[in-house]
Protein backbone atom coordinates (compact mmCIF):
# COMPACT_ATOMS: atom_id res chain seq x y z
CA UNK A 1 0.00 0.00 0.00
CA UNK A 2 1.45 3.24 -0.97
CA UNK A 3 1.73 6.24 1.53
CA UNK A 4 0.26 9.09 1.88
CA UNK A 5 2.29 11.99 -0.90
CA UNK A 6 0.93 15.63 0.06
CA UNK A 7 2.15 16.80 -3.17
CA UNK A 8 0.16 14.28 -5.52
CA UNK A 9 -2.91 13.76 -3.23
CA UNK A 10 -4.02 17.54 -1.94
CA UNK A 11 -4.40 18.36 -5.16
CA UNK A 12 -6.54 15.13 -6.57
CA UNK A 13 -8.71 15.72 -3.09
CA UNK A 14 -9.47 19.53 -4.21
CA UNK A 15 -9.88 18.45 -7.12
CA UNK A 16 -12.59 15.76 -5.89
CA UNK A 17 -14.30 17.93 -3.89
CA UNK A 18 -14.99 20.35 -6.40
CA UNK A 19 -16.37 17.75 -8.74
CA UNK A 20 -18.56 16.73 -5.40
CA UNK A 21 -19.40 20.66 -4.99
CA UNK A 22 -20.21 20.74 -8.81
CA UNK A 23 -22.53 17.03 -8.63
CA UNK A 24 -24.23 18.86 -5.55
CA UNK A 25 -25.07 22.03 -7.20
CA UNK A 26 -26.26 20.36 -10.01
CA UNK A 27 -28.95 18.38 -8.10
CA UNK A 28 -29.91 21.65 -5.87
CA UNK A 29 -29.98 24.65 -7.78
CA UNK A 30 -33.01 25.37 -9.73
CA UNK A 31 -33.33 26.43 -13.10
CA UNK A 32 -30.33 25.56 -16.06
CA UNK A 33 -28.31 29.00 -15.98
CA UNK A 34 -27.28 28.31 -12.24
CA UNK A 35 -27.04 24.76 -12.99
CA UNK A 36 -24.88 25.34 -16.32
CA UNK A 37 -22.73 27.73 -13.87
CA UNK A 38 -21.92 25.41 -11.07
CA UNK A 39 -21.08 22.50 -13.83
CA UNK A 40 -18.72 24.45 -15.94
CA UNK A 41 -16.96 26.31 -13.13
CA UNK A 42 -16.50 23.60 -10.92
CA UNK A 43 -15.92 20.79 -13.11
CA UNK A 44 -13.03 22.39 -14.69
CA UNK A 45 -11.16 23.38 -11.64
CA UNK A 46 -12.05 20.10 -10.40
CA UNK A 47 -10.41 18.28 -13.51
CA UNK A 48 -7.52 20.60 -12.53
CA UNK A 49 -6.44 19.91 -9.45
CA UNK A 50 -7.46 15.89 -10.49
CA UNK A 51 -4.92 16.67 -13.93
CA UNK A 52 -2.32 18.15 -11.60
CA UNK A 53 -2.05 15.23 -8.88
CA UNK A 54 -1.81 12.85 -12.24
CA UNK A 55 0.72 14.68 -13.23
CA UNK A 56 2.83 15.12 -10.41
CA UNK A 57 2.08 11.42 -10.18
CA UNK A 58 3.92 10.66 -13.50
CA UNK A 59 6.06 13.08 -13.28
CA UNK A 60 7.14 12.22 -17.20
CA UNK A 61 7.63 14.57 -19.83
CA UNK A 62 5.19 12.66 -22.04
CA UNK A 63 2.66 12.66 -19.60
CA UNK A 64 2.61 15.72 -18.38
CA UNK A 65 2.57 17.53 -21.27
CA UNK A 66 -0.35 15.95 -22.99
CA UNK A 67 -2.17 16.86 -18.94
CA UNK A 68 -1.04 19.92 -19.69
CA UNK A 69 -2.52 20.40 -23.71
CA UNK A 70 -5.65 18.47 -22.00
CA UNK A 71 -6.09 20.94 -19.15
CA UNK A 72 -5.79 24.01 -21.72
CA UNK A 73 -8.14 22.32 -23.73
CA UNK A 74 -10.50 22.04 -21.24
CA UNK A 75 -10.03 25.76 -19.71
CA UNK A 76 -10.49 27.43 -23.03
CA UNK A 77 -13.75 25.46 -24.44
CA UNK A 78 -15.36 24.94 -20.96
CA UNK A 79 -16.78 28.35 -20.77
CA UNK A 80 -17.33 29.21 -24.46
CA UNK A 81 -19.99 25.98 -24.26
CA UNK A 82 -21.22 26.91 -21.06
CA UNK A 83 -21.55 30.89 -22.69
CA UNK A 84 -23.18 29.32 -26.28
CA UNK A 85 -25.28 27.07 -24.15
CA UNK A 86 -26.80 30.07 -22.31
CA UNK A 87 -27.11 32.32 -25.00
CA UNK A 88 -29.24 29.44 -27.09
CA UNK A 89 -31.49 28.93 -24.14
CA UNK A 90 -32.16 32.57 -23.67
CA UNK A 91 -32.44 32.79 -27.17
CA UNK A 92 -34.92 29.90 -27.47
CA UNK A 93 -37.32 31.95 -24.77
CA UNK A 94 -35.93 30.33 -20.89
CA UNK A 95 -36.50 32.32 -18.50
CA UNK A 96 -33.86 32.18 -15.71
CA UNK A 97 -35.31 31.51 -12.42
CA UNK A 98 -35.89 34.78 -10.54
CA UNK A 99 -36.59 34.67 -6.77
CA UNK A 100 -34.31 35.36 -3.54
CA UNK A 101 -33.00 38.61 -2.45
CA UNK A 102 -31.52 41.04 -4.88
CA UNK A 103 -28.69 42.57 -3.28
CA UNK A 104 -27.42 44.23 -6.23
CA UNK A 105 -30.35 45.74 -7.80
CA UNK A 106 -29.67 43.10 -10.75
CA UNK A 107 -32.86 42.22 -11.20
CA UNK A 108 -34.40 45.32 -12.14
CA UNK A 109 -31.43 46.38 -14.32
CA UNK A 110 -32.49 43.14 -16.52
CA UNK A 111 -36.51 43.95 -15.84
CA UNK A 112 -35.19 47.21 -17.74
CA UNK A 113 -33.31 46.16 -20.38
CA UNK A 114 -35.88 43.38 -21.38
CA UNK A 115 -39.03 46.55 -21.60
CA UNK A 116 -36.31 49.25 -23.63
CA UNK A 117 -35.44 45.99 -25.87
CA UNK A 118 -39.48 45.07 -26.08
CA UNK A 119 -40.00 48.98 -27.26
CA UNK A 120 -37.24 48.94 -29.58
CA UNK A 121 -38.59 46.10 -31.21
CA UNK A 122 -42.21 47.16 -31.02
CA UNK A 123 -40.76 50.68 -33.01
CA UNK A 124 -38.76 48.29 -35.56
CA UNK A 125 -41.77 46.23 -36.23
CA UNK A 126 -43.97 49.78 -36.59
Given at each position: ?78 PLSAY ?32 RLEEL ?6
Open positions: MNDFNAARDIPILLGAFFVLTAAIGMVRFPDLYSRLHASSKLITLGSAGIFIGVGLEFAQTEALTRLAAVLLFQFLTTLIAQAAYLRGLAPLLEGPDEWNALGKAALLDRQGSAED
